[in-house]
């Protein structure tokens, strides 16, 4: 059985940056391809970064450049790296995996589901 956990949410002010950790038991984030969405209130929820399996990458223009995804493979983690964080990145964020290896840019690509962590950036 697959299950993530994420950490490392917070509070945090415009332009300050904070790094969200995803730990997997039952899957080895290195053999599958995995993904950080988010959930503003009311919104739909929506990918900030993907990896694949061999280490591509895949940002929406709404964070390129400030989020960065990265995979410790000796932890078996993967992170979200946020930086240059503005108000409207506020949203509990989701870390993803798929039984695939190439990137997933939607909701339904992905198989398993962390419970999510919350991220809140003060103006």
């Known amino acids: 059985q697959v299950q993530l956990v994420e950490s490392g949410g917070g509070l945090v002010q415009a332009g300050g940056s904070l790094r969200l950790s995803c730990a997997a038991s039952?899957?080895?984030?290195?053999?599958?391809?995995s993904g950080w969405f988010r959930q503003a209130p009311g919104k739909e929820r929506e990918v900030v970064a993907a990896?694949?399996?061999?280490?591509?990458?895949y940002y929406p223009d709404s964070v390129k450049g400030r989020f960065t995804i990265f995979r410790d493979n000796a932890k078996n983690t993967v992170y979200l790296q946020m930086n240059s964080l503005k108000p409207e990145d506020t949203a509990v964020y989701y870390c993803?995996?798929?039984?695939?290896?190439?990137?997933?840019?939607?909701?339904?690509?992905?198989?398993?589901w962390g419970q999510g962590t919350q991220v809140t950036v003060s103006s």
């Open positions: 993803a995996t798929k039984n695939a290896y190439g990137l997933g840019k939607v909701r339904s690509d992905y198989n398993y």
């Open positions: 039952g899957r080895t984030f290195s053999n599958y391809a």
């Open positions: 990896i694949s399996r061999s280490g591509s990458t």
